[in-house]
C-alpha cells in the first residue's frame, strides 16, 4: 500500500488518485463469467457482465444506477462490496483521512476494515435475513465481528431500531414475525450497523408495496441526511431513481452509456438508449399517455457473452448509422458534467420528461 | 370420487339465467355483484374477497389497482372458479353474457364441471404473471398452443397448428415459424409473455383476465406488452381485465378502474376520473404516495401511514380507518361504508360520501331486530 495522499500523487505515477470530493471510483472495471462448454469444460467464451466501467461516487450524493434486467447493475454494485472479485480494473475508495486504496487488489484479510465502510441493503427482505436468528442477532453480528463489546451491541441495536422506525423491544424477535416493509427495515439497520460511508442498495424499495415503497424512500433519505451518508441506488424504477438521486449513470449490456446530474439526464438525455428508456415508463397521468411521441424499443436486450459488433445498442436504436455499426463508442465527456457513449450526442436531438409541478 | 359426491360445489339454484331476470346492463360483458370468496383455514375463516362489485364493459379494459392482500388476484381466479380448497365462493353472482347470449353465473357452476371448462380458455381467458409457472417446460409453445385449440375447437393437427403459428404472428413473435417449435426455455421473458398472450388468445376468448402480466419484465418490454395488449384489444373488441399494484400501467392501458383494499372494491369510475378526482381517502393517498417522472428537486414522498393489515386481521367499520387522514371518530371504525353510486359508472365507498345518518340508524335497527 502506498502511503502517499492523493494531494501530493503525481499523474503518471502508479500511485492511484481521486479528487477529493470523491469517494469511489471505477477504473476500466470488468467482470466476466467464463462460459465452460463440452465434457472437457473447455473455455468457450466469457459473459461480460461488466465490462470497461468508468464511473465515480462523489462524498454525500446518491448516484442512481438503471438499466433492464441483465445490463450489469447488480454485479458493479456487489463487486465495489467486494462479493465478487473484479476480473480486472480498480475499484479506488479514498479513505476518511484521503489515503486512496485498490479495493479490486485487496485480499480478504486486507479487505476487513473496509467491510464496515461499504454496506449493502439487498433487495429481497425475505431471503436477506436468516430466519434462525433473532433480529438483534442479524443487526449486530457485524459488529461483533468487528470486535464491539458486548454491552455496546446492545446498545447499538436498539439505537438502530428506533432510527429505522422499529420498536427496541423486538429486538428478540425473528424475521417471520415481521411484514415486507418491516424486514426491509431490519435489511437498513444492519447496513447502517458499522456506521458506513457508502451504502450500495441493491433495488431495495422494489420488492415492496406501493404504500410501504414510499415509507422506505423517505426512510433512506432521512438517514442519508442524519449521517452524511453516500448511496449507490441500483434500480429499475426509473421514477424512484429520479425521485432519489442526485446523479444517475444509465448501463447498457455492462457499459455505462451515460452519466449526468438528475435534471440534465431527465430533463434532456443524451443518448438513445436513454431516451427510450425515459418513454417506456408508464406515467400515472392518463392525460399523458396519449402525448407518446417516441418510438418504443424495439428488439431483445443484446447478449452479453455475444454482442453485437460497434455500439452494442445499435440494432435497436432508431438513429443508427453505418458508423455505429462498425465503431464502438467510448464514454466522453460532455458540457456540463455530463458523460456519453454515442458518435452523435451533440447532433442528436433527443426528448427528456418535462419537468411538472 | 366418495369425497366428492360428499361436498357439495358449486351452490344451489340454476346457474344460466334469464336475461331479463339477469337484469345485466347490455354494455357489459361481466357483471360481479357482492362477491365473497373465503378461505378456510385451520386459523379461521380468511375474507380474501369480501364483497366485490363491478362490471367489466364490453370491448373496454377496467384495471384493478391493489396492494398485495387486497384480494385482486383471488377475485381474478374467481372469475375463472379457480380458487384451490380451503377456498370457496361463499356467495355473490358472476354473471357472464355468453357467445350466444346465454347468461351465466360463474358462481354457481361447479368448479369441476364441464359447464366451467367450456367457458375457461373459449369465453373467459386468463394471463398470468409468471410466464414460466403457466407455460410446461416439456412441451414446445407449438404443442401448448395446438392442445388449447383442439381442446375447443374441432380441428385436424394441421389446421391447428397453421392456427398456432397465425397466433404467434398476431402477438408479434419473430420467426413464428420456426418459434412454434421452441420450448420455453430457448424464449426470452418477453417472448414467453407473447407466448402466452398467443395461447390465450387462440380461442378468441371475449374476456382476458391479465394478472399483472407485466410486472416480471423490464420497463422497455412492457411497453411493447402493452402496446400489443392494446392492439389486440382494438382489433378483435375483446374486453380485458388488468390486474396490477402500478398506477402508472393503469393509467397507460385501462378505460375503468376499480381500485382495491382488503377484499373490497373501495373505488370505481373512468380513468380520468379516478386520477383526476380521486373521492376515496386510499386512492387519493395512493396517487400521492408514488415518485413521479418529472417531479424535480427534493422533497419527501406523502407515505401512507402503516400498512395493509391482514386479511383474517381486518379491522372494524371501514376497512382503512386505521391508515386513513380523514379518519371519522365513532363513524369509520364502526359502520362498514357500503359502495355508494355517485355517478355515471362513478361508485365509492366511503363513509365521507353516505349518509352516516341513515346508515347509523339502519345498524341500530339491525342489531336491536338480532336481540
Given at each position: 500500500m502506498s502511503e502517499t495522499t492523493p494531494q501530493t500523487a503525481m499523474a503518471g505515477t502508479t500511485e492511484p488518485t481521486l479528487d477529493t470530493d470523491e469517494l469511489l471510483r471505477l477504473e476500466s472495471l470488468c467482470v466476466h463469467f467464463p462460459i465452460y462448454k463440452g465434457l472437457l469444460r473447455r473455455?468457450?467464451?466469457?459473459?461480460?457482465?461488466?465490462?470497461?466501467v468508468h464511473l465515480s461516487v462523489k462524498k454525500g450524493e446518491v448516484l442512481g444506477l438503471v438499466g433492464e434486467s441483465g445490463c450489469g447493475k447488480t454485479t458493479t454494485g456487489r463487486s465495489i462490496v467486494r462479493i465478487l472479485k473484479p476480473t480486472s480494473g480498480k475499484i479506488l475508495y479514498q479513505e476518511e483521512h484521503g489515503k486512496v486504496v485498490d479495493l479490486a487488489q485487496l485480499n480478504d484479510r486486507q479487505l476487513f476494515k473496509y467491510r464496515a465502510d461499504i454496506r449493502m441493503v439487498f433487495q429481497d427482505p425475505f431471503s436477506s435475513l436468516n430466519p434462525r436468528l433473532t433480529v438483534g442477532d442479524i443487526i449486530g453480528e457485524v459488529l461483533e465481528i468487528q470486535g464491539w463489546r458486548k454491552s455496546d451491541i446492545n446498545d447499538r441495536v436498539r439505537y438502530l431500531l428506533e432510527k429505522v422506525?422499529?420498536?427496541?423491544?423486538?429486538?428478540?424477535?425473528?424475521?417471520?414475525?415481521?411484514?415486507g416493509g418491516e424486514r426491509q427495515r431490519i435489511g437498513i439497520a444492519r447496513s447502517l450497523a458499522t456506521n458506513p460511508r457508502l451504502v450500495v442498495a441493491d433495488e431495495s424499495v422494489s420488492a415492496l408495496d406501493v404504500s410501504i415503497q414510499a415509507q422506505t424512500i423517505n426512510l433512506l433519505q432521512d438517514l442519508q441526511e442524519e449521517f452524511g451518508l453516500t448511496y449507490l441506488f441500483v434500480a429499475h424504477d426509473l421514477s424512484v431513481v429520479e425521485h432519489i438521486s442526485d446523479r444517475v449513470a444509465v448501463m447498457y449490456v455492462g457499459k455505462i452509456v451515460e452519466v449526468a446530474d438528475k435534471d440534465s439526464l431527465f430533463g434532456s438525455p443524451k443518448h438513445p438508449y436513454t431516451e427510450a428508456l425515459l418513454h417506456s415508463v408508464p406515467k400515472p397521468d392518463p392525460k399523458r399517455r396519449r402525448l407518446g411521441t417516441v418510438p418504443k424499443l424495439k428488439g431483445e436486450v443484446a447478449d452479453p457473452a455475444n454482442p453485437p459488433r460497434g455500439c452494442y445498442f445499435h440494432p435497436r436504436c432508431p438513429y443508427a448509422q453505418d458508423k455505429c455499426r462498425v465503431e464502438r463508442p467510448a464514454l466522453r465527456a460532455l458540457p456540463g458534467g455530463r458523460q456519453v457513449a454515442c458518435h452523435f450526442a451533440e447532433e442528436l436531438d433527443l426528448e427528456g420528461i418535462p419537468a411538472v409541478e | 370420487m366418495l369425497l366428492r359426491k360428499k361436498i357439495q360445489y358449486g351452490r344451489p339454484g340454476s346457474a344460466i339465467l334469464d336475461a331479463d331476470a339477469a337484469g345485466m346492463r347490455p354494455e357489459n360483458l361481466v357483471e360481479v355483484r357482492n362477491l365473497q370468496t373465503h378461505f378456510f383455514t385451520d386459523r379461521g375463516i380468511v375474507k380474501a374477497v369480501d364483497g366485490v362489485s363491478f362490471a367489466v364493459p364490453k370491448g373496454k379494459t377496467i384495471g384493478i389497482v391493489g396492494e398485495s392482500g387486497s384480494g385482486k388476484s383471488i377475485t381474478a381466479r374467481s372469475l375463472m372458479s379457480l380458487i384451490d380448497p380451503?377456498?370457496?365462493?361463499v356467495s355473490g353472482e358472476i354473471l357472464l353474457e355468453r357467445q350466444d347470449g346465454q347468461i351465466v353465473d360463474i358462481a354457481r357452476?361447479?368448479?369441476?364441471?364441464s359447464e366451467i371448462r367450456a367457458i375457461r380458455g373459449a369465453d373467459i381467458a386468463l394471463i398470468f404473471q409468471e410466464p414460466m409457472a403457466a407455460l410446461s417446460p416439456v412441451h414446445t409453445i407449438g404443442n401448448q398452443i395446438i392442445e388449447m385449440i383442439q381442446i375447443h375447437e374441432d380441428l385436424d393437427d394441421k389446421a391447428a397448428r397453421d392456427k398456432a403459428i397465425d397466433m404467434l404472428r398476431r402477438v408479434d413473435m419473430p420467426k413464428a415459424e420456426q418459434r412454434i417449435d421452441a420450448y420455453t426455455f430457448e424464449l426470452s421473458g418477453g417472448m414467453r409473455q407473447r407466448a402466452m398472450i398467443a395461447m390465450a388468445l387462440a380461442c378468441r376468448p371475449r374476456l382476458v383476465i391479465a394478472d399483472e402480466p407485466t410486472t416480471a419484465l423490464d420497463v422497455t418490454t412492457q411497453a411493447t406488452i402493452l402496446d400489443l395488449l392494446r392492439e389486440l384489444q382494438s382489433r378483435d373488441e375483446m374486453s380485458v381485465m388488468f390486474i396490477t399494484h402500478d398506477l402508472g400501467v393503469v393509467a397507460e392501458i385501462a378505460d375503468e378502474v376499480a381500485v382495491m383494499y382488503l377484499g373490497r372494491v373501495v373505488e370505481r369510475g373512468p380513468v380520468d376520473d379516478i386520477f383526476?378526482?380521486?373521492?376515496?381517502p386510499y386512492t387519493r393517498a395512493l396517487i400521492r404516495s408514488i415518485p413521479k417522472l418529472g417531479v424535480r428537486g427534493r422533497h419527501r414522498l406523502e407515505a401512507i401511514s402503516g400498512m395493509v393489515p391482514h386479511p383474517s386481521n381486518r379491522p372494524q367499520g371501514c376497512p382503512f380507518h386505521d391508515r386513513c387522514p380523514e379518519f371519522m371518530p365513532g363513524v369509520c371504525d364502526r359502520i362498514v361504508p357500503p359502495l355508494e353510486k355517485i355517478g355515471e359508472r362513478r361508485d365509492v365507498s366511503c363513509l365521507l360520501h353516505s349518509d352516516v345518518e341513515a346508515l347509523k340508524a339502519a345498524s341500530e335497527q339491525e342489531t336491536t331486530s338480532d336481540e
Open positions: 473455455h468457450a467464451g466469457d459473459v461480460r457482465a461488466v465490462d470497461d422506525g422499529l420498536r427496541p423491544e423486538y429486538v428478540g424477535r425473528f424475521p417471520h414475525a415481521f411484514s | 380451503p377456498g370457496r365462493i357452476l361447479d368448479p369441476f364441471g383526476e378526482q380521486p373521492m376515496h
